[in-house]
């Protein structure tokens, strides 16, 4: 462990510090932030339970002795272990959306996220239509979360195979108080979902869809997750393979798939070329996520 320094006592040392300390280290960013200053702002802040969006009232605010120890244990497992922020906080954001998580699940950071904001429109005109959505591969449950705010008379069903990650999606669930709506099942994905009791109007999916050479190459930030949230064989297409078999199964008539396959859209327009795919963009990124209706989907 090492030693706290003794001339850091204000929020803004404590900040300055971090700053200084990532850069030194070379760490990686994408999990909620993009750069050393926001990431540390948002370390210290969360660590000392302080309202995220308010720094400039708390800059001068001198530390116990506690604080800066707890401030400096987090600050060196992220530049030296490389450990992600979001770990050491125990909490990750999507828009206004807070979610708690732990190594146990992928760290919430979705196209189809930005997606639900606008309750899928155009593609969707009324949210009123749409009454039962399935999540697959849900994580954290933060898809799920949000889908049941974006169309407030859906029941989801949230499927994924970690019993890990489930947990923490019921946490999550609970937290929103959200249990009566969202049902967690635990599934191979379609495996234990049964499409004779019940379709939906709406498929969504954030699966695993890391190719196994990017895999090998990955920012030891990411090596902190779990494998089975990201991998997804050689060409990153295991789990989409098997969504885009089975999906018209459990689709009602006029039902959506939206599957968010990162930057794989070559090979997923390679790998199925009788596909109509319509490639979304969101504030975030373009041809990240692909539509399919239940129509143009296998039989």
Known sequence: MSVVPTELETVRDWIRYAVSRFQEAGV???????????????LVLALLHLPLDQLDPFLDARLTVAERAALNLAIERRAVDHVPVPYLTNQAWLGDFRFYVDERVVIPRSFVAELLRDRLAPWIRDDQVVTSILDMCTG?????????????????????????????????????????RINLV???????????DKTYDVILSNPPYVTQAAMAELPAE???????????????????????????????VGGLLIVEAGHNRGIVEK?????????????SGEDKVFLLHRDELPV
């Open 222 to 252: 990411y090596r902190h997750e779990p494998e089975l949230g990201l991998a997804s064989g050689d060409d990153g297409l295991d789990a989409i393979r098997r969504i885009i078999a089975l999906a018209r199964g459990y689709l009602n």
């Open 271 to 283: 790998a199925f070329p009788g596909l109509p795919f319509v490639w979304l963009s969101t504030p």
């Open 28 to 42: 990686t960013y994408g999990h909620g932030t993009d750069n050393a200053w926001d990431e540390a702002v948002f």
């Open 186 to 196: 635990r599934s191979d994905l379609f495996e234990n979902v049964n499409s004779e």
């Open 140 to 180: 954290s449950g933060c898809l799920a979360i949000l889908a049941a705010d974006a169309f407030p008379d859906a029941e989801i069903d949230a499927v994924d195979l970690s019993a890990d990650a489930l947990a923490v999606a019921q946490h999550n669930v609970a937290e929103y108080g959200l249990q009566d």
